[in-house]
């Protein structure tokens, strides 16, 4: 009882003092630590990266191996809707072009697992967020052409079509890649080092089996007002793999979204081809509106023992006295996948989270073996708001983040962002990594260091005498991390729940 009477002393003493103007501010940010206001990477590309220039490659230095990458897209395609437990849905493919930005030849021999194989997806950023709305199956490549897309071209054996030249680019079609003939399952290839067999099951023969299938609600520019679209392409092989440049397989390019015929919007690219980059940097580049970056946006890659993971947040005052958390995920090429994810929440009663949210996709075509039950979450039990699939020794065809898949987890919390360490499971391996992030303060964090403590007691009282003067020494920091009460302000009648809270009461 003495303690917590010297802390409410304490705190008033201040208050009743006149607030020096050498407060001490915030604590500036260590060098690499990551930034809430500011992406990592202040010049991240927007859509114009990497265009492609007659007789010139303007991308990374080329390895000393094949290396290979999506240089160019096509179409897309749209090939038919159908209604599936009453949701009208269209299904498209991408065309696109494969480089060899290497310096020797990469195998692309048809007949035997030697080859590239390509995959698309979709995405739609709206709203502060990005999700991912459709995936392809894979189209198996089986005949190069030896083009100069990507730069000066140095074709293999005379123009043979079994290996792509070095410099050398070769494209397929749009209708060529949702050709259900050509198509072949994601699950029977291992990412992290390209391998698969030849010989696979095809999808079905209905309109959208094996295809990019997105609802057409998802497109309905009517629903989705502001709304910009992207395509993305991805490719695999096992000269790429085996060379350890796997981790550039992504591009990505606007999508228009056209008219509605035939039950189903048209789609074509627009503008410039982000190389070597996947779709989820455009919720940095163009989370403004087009074109418009957000600063509020983080990406940053993360690179495991198989593979890489991309992952992006942005943490950001919703304007109803809440805080909106946003995370995407992206499995680049890891065959270990993800099978939880888990920020530090604090109390959950104590920073109200709400509207706690999981968007994953679906993997289509006769004979996917998955189960795609949505993760679910354990709303922040134990200070810890965590989503988890079934675990692997359990059921090794649940629900994973696989490659070239993205999912989102999101909710709303009362408290303001604080630097926080990320957990993020990998399914297959059952082991974790830790990656910075955000999350929220506990209730009473005044000073935004991520924790409550005597350290506290300046900020909270110069909150209480000059909200202005607090917002100034502390950007970023809500005042309302101390509405210890929840009435929605915080004022005088939050000091003995804040004293009440130091204690350890």
């Known amino acids: ?29 260590a060098d690499g630590e990551v930034g809430f206001s500011q992406p ?21 230095w080329p390895s ?80 190069c052409l030896e083009g100069g897309v990507c730069g000066a071209c ?12 070095v410099g050398c680019s070769s494209p397929s079609t749009a209708d060529r890649c949702g050709s259900q003939s050509l198509l072949g399952p994601r699950w029977i290839i291992n990412p992290s080092t390209g391998v698969f067999t030849q010989n696979h099951p095809h999808p079905g023969s209905g309109t959208l089996d094996g295809r990019i299938v997105v609802r057409n609600d998802d497109l309905n520019p009517a629903l989705n007002s502001g709304a910009l679209f992207f395509g993305e392409l991805l490719t695999l092989s096992p000269d790429d793999a085996a060379a350890g440049n796997g981790e550039n397989n992504m591009s990505y390019k606007r999508l228009n979204v056209g008219a509605f015929t035939g039950g189903g919007y048209a789609l074509g690219f ?36 198989d593979g890489r993971l991309v992952l992006g947040y942005k943490a950001a005052l919703a304007g109803n006295g809440l805080f909106h958390y946003e995370f995407a995920l992206l499995n680049v090429n890891s065959d270990a996948s993800v099978g939880s994810f888990s920020i530090p929440a604090g109390d959950a009663a104590d920073v109200l989270l709400a509207d706690i949210g999981f968007k994953d996709v679906d993997y289509g075509g006769d004979g996917m073996p998955y189960d795609l039950s949505d993760w679910p979450n354990n709303a922040g039990a134990d200070g810890l708001l965590t989503w988890a699939t079934t675990p692997f020794p359990v ?111």
């Open 1 to 29: 009882m003495s303690r917590r009477l010297l802390l409410i002393a304490g705190t008033l003493v201040l208050l009743m003092t006149a607030w020096s103007p050498d407060v001490a501010p915030a604590r500036p940010r």
């Open 40 to 60: 990592p990477d202040a010049a991240a590309p927007a859509e114009p990266h990497l265009p492609a220039q007659p007789g010139e490659f303007g991308g990374e």
């Open 64 to 143: 000393v191996t094949s290396d290979l990458i999506v240089g160019e897209t096509a179409g897309p395609r749209k090939w038919g809707t159908a209604t599936v437990d009453g949701m009208a849905m269209t299904s498209y493919s991408h065309g696109w072009t494969g480089c060899n930005v290497g310096s020797v030849p990469l195998q692309w021999i048809d007949g035997t697992p030697n080859h590239p194989v390509i995959g698309g997806n979709i995405y739609r950023l709206r709203n502060g967020r990005i999700e991912q709305l459709g995936q392809s199956w894979l189209k198996w490549e089986f005949c």
């Open 154 to 165: 140095s074709p293999y054996c005379g123009a043979c079509c079994d290996h792509l030249g």
């Open 270 to 305: 627009t503008g410039l081809i982000a190389r070597t980059l996947p779709a989820i940097y455009a919720w940095q580049a163009h989370g403004g509106g087009l074109n418009v970056p957000d600063p509020n946006v983080v990406i940053q890659t993360i690179d495991v023992t």
């Open 395 to 505: 059921n090794p065809n649940a629900n994973a983040l696989r490659f070239g898949t993205m999912y989102n987890f999101r909710f709303d919390a009362r408290t303001s962002p604080v630097d926080r360490l990320i957990t993020i499971g990998r399914f297959k391996t059952g082991d974790s990594i830790t990656v910075p992030g955000k999350g929220p303060a506990p209730l009473g964090d005044m000073n935004c260091d991520g924790v409550l403590d005597i350290l506290d007691i300046n900020a909270f009282t110069l909150a209480l005498a000059d909200p202005a003067a607090y917002a100034a020494a502390y950007p970023g920091c809500a005042a309302t991390n101390g509405d210890m009460n929840a009435d929605g302000q915080t004022d005088i009648l939050d000091i003995n729940p804040f004293a009440d809270a130091l204690a350890g009461g």
